[in-house]
């Protein structure tokens, strides 16, 4: 099974791909399933993670994220390219009729595919991102495909939730990334990336300098996410590992992650319209004040 996954009961239960990603379930976790109803034949369930698989099993499927959907104009059909580490080439795969109608897909979109580890042509469709289409660069005329922007949309404003913070993500494709340094700095946080593939020192440098450090697990290399997490631990830096986390999810991460920093102590200076003598009986012209957030 490439999309979801099941239950093992004395019936096997399908858990949806979207449940997965919103519950962060994996392979060999230990979850709840409670029935809920039925709606055109079609039963319903609540779904609990009851206990955390604490080692990671091999997975029975390879997923590529964050790849933009191209657009053959000689056979008039959708297609993505896989660039894999092991491959001198990128391989083109046509997309699917059945996956192109299911998830409405177009030109630009950005999705994640999934495929059998040992052939990349067994595979479909995983998940499509919530976000803007990826503006494609046409062959012949060299155009980046126009959008328009709403009014309503121009005119939308983002809390500086991220003021001060800087976020650092390791690995990743660089389409997803993209829309994620987007995000954050519409929020004023300072976006950081690491492909994973960078010199040592250069990767210890960035790690130290980011409050919050997400880690792609599914698009670097063991020796740099163990680097990534040994840095990450002995600096004490608040950090997450995941597979797949499109542009909505990554926000709320980052914003429950937040949470996790240290308060640091804010100080204020006040200056008095008269000397403190006046208060305290000795001769001082400032009083400092120190509050604890």
């Not at 500086?160 to 976020?167: D, K, M, T, V």
């Not at 995941?242 to 920093?261: A, D, M, P």
């Amino acid at each position: 099974m490439l999309r979801g996954g099941t239950v093992h009961t004395k019936k096997e239960l399908y858990v949806p791909e979207s449940i997965c990603r919103q519950m962060d379930f994996h392979n060999d976790d230990l979850i709840e399933a409670t029935y809920l109803k039925i709606v055109k034949n079609k039963p319903y369930y609540t779904y609990r993670l009851l206990k955390k698989n604490p080692t990671q099993s091999i997975e029975q499927r390879e997923e590529i994220t964050g790849i933009a959907i191209k657009k053959h104009h000689d056979l008039k059909r959708l297609y993505i390219e896989l660039s894999r580490p092991q491959e001198d080439f990128p391989t083109t795969i046509l997309l699917k009729d059945n996956d192109i109608d299911q998830f409405n897909l177009k030109e630009g979109d950005i999705i994640d595919y999934v495929c059998h580890p040992d052939d990349v042509m067994l595979g479909c469709v995983l998940w499509k991102h919530r976000v803007d289409p990826f503006p494609i660069i046409e062959e012949q005329s060299q155009k980046v495909a126009s959008k328009r922007i709403s009014p309503k949309k121009a005119r939308r404003a983002f809390l500086p939730i991220f003021e001060g913070l800087n976020i650092l993500t390791v690995g990743g494709n660089p389409s997803l990334t993209d829309y994620l340094k987007e995000e954050i700095e519409k929020r004023s946080g300072n976006f950081i990336r690491l492909r994973g593939y960078e010199k040592r020192p250069t990767m210890v440098a960035k790690i130290k300098s980011a409050d919050i450090v997400v880690v792609y697990t599914e698009a670097i290399s063991h020796e740099a996410m163990y680097l990534t997490k040994d840095i990450c631990k002995k600096y004490d830096i608040v950090h997450t590992f995941t597979k797949n986390c499109g542009k909505n999810q990554f926000v709320k991460r980052i914003s429950s992650l937040k949470k996790k920093l240290p308060q640091k102590n804010a100080y204020f200076m006040i200056a008095l319209s008269r000397p403190a003598s006046f208060f305290l009986g000795k001769q001082f012209n400032q009083l400092t004040l120190i509050i604890s957030k």
